[in-house]
């Protein structure tokens, strides 16, 4: 294997794995101990920003090794799932959000789950998980699958782990929280446990990731390199 492909996939462990680790109870406790919360989290931004900027370098220098030949169609999934998965990552960065980063206060609000919550109770993964997915499905040369599977593997089992961890530290109030959302889209709206809240998503936010998606296209080829449209 090329030393820059050995280079991406440490890159991209210490990545996904560095979110695990460093949010677990045995790591997570001791650090908060020793570091105040705010401490814990400076570390821990500084800490999984330097794995991203060292995984998408890696990935810029990573030689092109074709492994699979994925149909010419698939290359349309990214330009199909993009507004979506942005919709979904404006909504993470603007809606309150019980399984964010010091959200739990957010279950003893009259509605603890507004807006992309009723969708999803973890949007931005969610997202992120359909950015992914749709990549891997189109790029098939080693590198990409390195980067998206590590990413795609990322929000999943972030998901699930963030489930886990708000479970036991919130008790009681988790299990509210639990019935009337999902982490699967609209699997509680389609089982009854909850109703869509098209307002609490709202237009604008709407309109910004349609806004972005369009930046994106634009700008793809000159910051990638390559067009986001089939040839």
């Given amino acids: 294997m090329d030393a820059a492909l050995h280079a991406l996939v440490l890159a991209t462990a210490c990545f996904v794995l560095g979110h695990f680790i460093l949010s677990s109870v045995a790591v997570r406790r001791p650090l908060i101990a020793r570091l105040g919360d705010n401490g814990f989290r400076a570390t821990y931004s500084i800490a999984v920003t ?8 890696a990935y810029g220098t990573a030689p092109h090794v074709p492994v699979l030949h994925w149909p010419v169609w698939t290359r349309w999934l990214p330009v199909l799932a993009m507004p979506f998965a942005l919709l979904l ?16 206060g957010q279950a003893a609000l009259a509605d603890p789950t507004p807006g992309i919550m009723r969708i999803t109770r973890h949007p931005f993964l969610v997202g992120v998980a359909l950015w992914a997915a749709a990549h891997l499905l189109t790029n098939g040369d080693a590198a ?3 980067l998206f599977g590590g990413l795609l593997l990322l929000a999943v089992g972030g998901s699930l782990h963030i489930d886990r961890r708000r479970a036991a530290a919130m008790g009681s109030d988790w299990g509210p929280i639990a019935l009337t959302t999902s982490a699967v889209p609209f699997a509680a709206i389609l089982t009854g446990r909850t109703r869509p809240d098209w307002p609490g998503i709202g237009l604008w936010r709407v309109a910004l990731a349609l806004g972005l998606y369009v930046l994106l296209l634009v700008l793809h080829q000159p910051l990638f390199g390559v067009s986001p449209f089939p040839a």
């Fill in 144 to 146: 990409s699958l390195v």
């Fill in 50 to 57: 330097a794995a991203f900027a060292w995984m998408l370098y």
């Fill in 89 to 104: 990552a404006v909504c993470a960065f603007t809606t309150r959000n019980v399984t964010a980063v010091g959200g739990e």
